[in-house]
C-alpha cells in the first residue's frame, strides 16, 4: 500500500479554498487521508478516500473539528497529536472516528509531521476490518492453489475465530443475547442464562420481548413497538435504558441496564445485540440513600422544632431578672448556690409555692459550666399520667395511637444543659422509678424504640411537698428521694423575710409600668406598712400580683391595694348602718373558715387538687397555690 511522502505535501496553500492543494499524490491516494491542525482543532483538508471512508463530503469534513469527529475520545487524541509532534511520527489502534450514520470505524491512525507554521498533521487512516478481509481473501487465493490441505487449514482459522467469539460470550460477566429484524432470539450467552433462568435452547428462535420484557416494572403490557430493543433495528441509532426490568423463568422481576445496537450489513439493519446487568443492588442502595436523605430532611425538620421550643422557654424565662433581696436568708440561699453550682451535684429545691424555686435553679444553671447549654423545665404536675414516658424521654413515630411523628423528649433537649422538674413531688409513685432508672443509668429509650441513648444532664428539682413525710406514707420512692436529696436548698417563704419585700415590690412595679405602658407609680411608706404586714400565703408570686393589679387600679398616681386587713373590717361594715354590729372575724376564725372550705373542696373532689373538677377548680385558685395552703393549714388529703 503506497503512502505519500509527507514533505511532497508540506509548504502549500490552505485547502480552505477546495481544490487539490495538497497535491496529485493526495489527491488519488487510494487510503484514506486527513490533515489535521491539532493547535485549532481543525480538519484543513480531506482526501477522497477519506471521504468514503467516514461517509462524509469533503466539504462537511472541511468544516468539522478534529474532536466533533472522535466524541468522547479526546484524550485519546490529545495523546496521539502530542506523540506525533514530538516524534515525527506515530500509530494507533486506540482511535475510532465516527462515521456520519453514527458507528464508529476500526480503523489504524499513522500520523506524520508536516514541516510549517502552524504545524499540521497528515493522517493515514487504514480500515482494520477491510485490512481482515483482504488478509482472509489472500488465504483463501492460497488455499484454491494449494488444494485440500489448505482448505483444511482455512477451516481451522474459521473455527478458531468461532471458538475465540463463544469464549469471549462465555467469559462476559454482561448478559448479551442478539435478536434478528423480527425480534426472534438468534443467540445468548451464560450470563444471560444464569440472570433469566432460562436455557439458551429454551430462548432461541423465540420472541424475546415477548419472553422476557413482556410487562413494565408495575405489570402492566409492554407493547413490542414502545420497546427500545426493536427501535434500534428500525431507526439504526443505539439505545441505552436504565428504568426497566426483564422478567426471570420463574416469574420474578430485577431492574436492568442495558444498550441494543443495531446489526449492519453492508447497510442493511439485520438485528441488534443487547448487552444487560443487574443494577437490582444499585436501585437498592439508591432508595437507601433516597431514604437516608429524607431522614435527613426528618431530622433537620426537628432541629427545627426543637429550636422553636428552646427559644419558647427562654421566652418563658426571660421575665426573671434575678435574686432580689438582701435579708440573710437571701444571703444564705446564694452562697448554697455559689457552692453547688461548680459542681453536677443533683439540687432539691424545696419551699412553698410563689418562692422563687424556678428562680433558684436557674440561678444554679447559669452559674454553671452548662450555662451555654438549655435550661429544660418540665412541670411534672401537668403530664397526664398515660404521656409521662414519651413527654420525658420521646417516643418513635407509630409507637402508639396518634404518634405521627418522632418526638423529642425533655431528657434529649437538656442534653449538655440542666432538666428543671418542677413539682416532682407530683410524680405518679408507679412511674418514679422509669426516672430513678434514669438519673442512675443515665440512658433511656424512646417509647418505640429500641435503641439506648446515653444523656447528659443535671439534675435540679424542686418541690413544695415534704418529700420525708411523703416517703413514710408510702407515696414516694424512699430510693428516688435520696437521688434527688444530694443538695437540698430551701427557699425561704416571703414572711420569713420581710425586709426583702420593699425591694421585691419596686422591681415588680417598675416592670408593670414599662409592660403595661402606664405613668410612673411609686411605693409610699404607709404602702410599704401594709405590704410587710401581710403574711403572703402566696409568698412571691402573690406579691407580683398583687402589685400588678395595685397599678391597674391606681388613681392618680397612687396604688391601691386589696390587701385582708383585720382592722380594716369594722370600716367596711359601719355601725351606723347595722343594727346589730357583730364583732369582725379574727385572723384565727378566718383561717378556720379557709381551712374548712379546702376541706369541703378536697372532699368534693375527692381528694384531687390539679385538673378538671379538681379542689383548685372548685376554689378558684392556682392548683400550686391551694397545694400551699392545703400545707400549711396541715391539712391531710384523703
Known amino acids: 500500500m503506497a503512502t505519500s511522502d509527507p514533505s511532497s505535501v508540506a509548504g502549500l496553500p490552505s485547502p480552505q479554498g477546495g481544490g487539490d492543494a495538497f497535491g496529485p499524490t493526495f489527491e488519488g491516494a487510494p487510503e484514506a487521508m486527513l490533515v489535521f491542525d491539532p493547535v485549532a482543532d481543525a480538519i484543513r483538508d480531506a482526501n477522497p478516500a477519506a471521504a468514503r471512508l467516514l461517509g462524509y463530503d469533503r466539504a462537511t469534513l472541511r468544516a468539522m473539528r478534529v474532536t466533533a469527529l472522535h466524541p468522547e475520545q479526546v484524550p485519546t487524541l490529545i495523546v496521539f497529536t502530542q506523540a506525533v509532534q514530538a516524534r515525527g511520527r506515530d500509530w494507533t489502534h486506540a482511535l475510532s472516528p465516527r462515521h456520519a450514520e453514527g458507528h464508529g470505524l476500526h480503523v489504524e491512525y499513522s500520523g506524520a509531521l508536516l514541516p510549517g507554521d ?147 450489513d453492508r447497510g442493511r439493519l439485520l438485528g441488534a445485540v443487547i448487552v444487560f446487568r443487574d443494577i437490582s443492588q444499585r436501585r437498592e442502595a439508591d432508595e437507601r440513600l433516597r431514604r437516608a436523605l429524607a431522614e435527613v430532611d426528618s431530622l433537620r425538620e426537628r432541629l427545627e422544632l426543637e429550636n422553636a421550643y428552646l427559644r419558647e422557654e427562654i421566652r418563658e424565662g426571660g421575665h426573671h431578672q434575678g435574686i432580689i433581696g438582701r435579708s440573710p436568708a437571701i444571703e444564705a440561699t446564694l452562697r448554697q448556690i455559689d457552692l453547688v453550682a461548680g459542681t453536677d451535684a443533683t439540687v432539691l429545691v424545696t419551699g412553698e409555692s410563689g418562692t422563687g424555686k424556678e428562680l433558684i435553679a436557674r440561678a444554679i444553671h ?146 408593670v409600668v414599662k409592660r403595661l405602658n402606664i405613668p410612673e407609680l411609686r411605693l409610699t411608706e404607709g404602702d410599704v406598712r401594709r405590704l410587710t404586714r401581710y403574711d403572703w400565703p402566696g409568698n412571691v408570686r402573690e406579691l407580683e400580683n398583687i402589685i400588678e393589679r395595685a397599678a391597674i387600679l391606681a388613681v392618680r398616681g397612687r396604688l391601691r391595694f386589696d390587701l385582708p386587713e383585720p382592722e380594716a373590717t369594722a370600716a367596711v361594715h359601719p355601725v351606723a348602718f347595722d343594727p346589730q354590729p357583730t364583732a369582725p372575724a379574727t385572723e384565727a376564725d378566718r383561717r378556720a373558715k379557709v381551712r374548712a372550705d379546702i376541706v369541703a373542696a378536697l372532699a368534693l373532689a375527692q381528694g384531687r387538687i390539679f385538673g378538671t373538677g379538681g379542689a383548685a377548680e372548685i376554689l378558684g385558685l392556682k392548683p400550686t397555690t391551694l397545694a400551699s395552703r392545703i400545707k400549711v393549714l396541715g391539712i391531710r388529703r384523703r
Not at 154 to 172: G, K, P, V
Not at 243 to 255: I, L, P
Not at 448 to 472: F, I, M, P, Y
Request: hydrophobic letters at 40%.
Open 366 to 511: 447559669e452559674a454553671s459550666r452548662r450555662r451555654d447549654r438549655p435550661l429544660i423545665r418540665v412541670n411534672c404536675a401537668a403530664i397526664p399520667r398515660e404521656l409521662f414516658e414519651s413527654e420525658f424521654f420521646g417516643h418513635a413515630r407509630g409507637a402508639f395511637t396518634g404518634a405521627l411523628r418522632d418526638r423529642v423528649g425533655r431528657f434529649d433537649l437538656a442534653d449538655g444543659g440542666t432538666l428543671f422538674l418542677d413539682e416532682v413531688g407530683e410524680i405518679p409513685l408507679d412511674l418514679q422509678g422509669k426516672l430513678l432508672r434514669v438519673l442512675q443509668e443515665r440512658q433511656f429509650e424512646r417509647v418505640g424504640e429500641e435503641r439506648t441513648r446515653a444523656v447528659d444532664v443535671r439534675l435540679v428539682a424542686a418541690t413544695n411537698r415534704d418529700l420525708k413525710a411523703e416517703v413514710k406514707r408510702g407515696r414516694f420512692r424512699e430510693d428516688l428521694y435520696f437521688r434527688l436529696n444530694v443538695f437540698p436548698i430551701a427557699a425561704v417563704p416571703l414572711r420569713e423575710r420581710p425586709e426583702d419585700i420593699p425591694l421585691i415590690a419596686q422591681h415588680f412595679l417598675r416592670g
Open 118 to 264: 502552524p504545524q499540521t498533521v497528515l493522517v493515514s487512516l487504514f480500515d482494520l476490518d477491510e485490512r481482515r478481509r483482504r488478509l482472509v481473501d489472500t488465504q483463501a487465493d492460497a488455499h484454491m492453489r494449494a488444494g485440500l490441505t489448505e482448505w483444511q487449514r482455512m477451516e481451522r482459522i474459521f473455527a478458531d475465530i468461532e471458538r475465540e467469539n463463544q469464549l469471549i460470550l462465555r467469559a462476559a460477566g454482561e448478559g448479551i443475547y442478539g435478536v434478528n429484524a423480527d425480534g426472534i432470539t438468534t443467540f445468548i450467552n451464560p450470563a444471560a442464562e444464569r440472570m433469566l433462568g432460562w436455557q439458551a435452547s429454551d430462548l432461541v428462535g423465540r420472541d424475546m420481548h415477548a419472553t422476557v420484557h413482556h410487562s413494565h416494572a408495575d405489570g402492566c403490557h409492554y407493547p413490542h413497538h414502545d420497546c427500545p430493543i426493536y427501535a434500534a433495528f428500525r431507526d439504526g441509532a443505539v439505545h441505552q435504558v436504565d428504568t426497566e426490568v426483564f422478567w426471570r423463568r420463574d416469574g420474578s422481576a430485577f431492574h436492568v441496564e442495558y444498550t441494543s445496537t443495531p446489526i449492519r
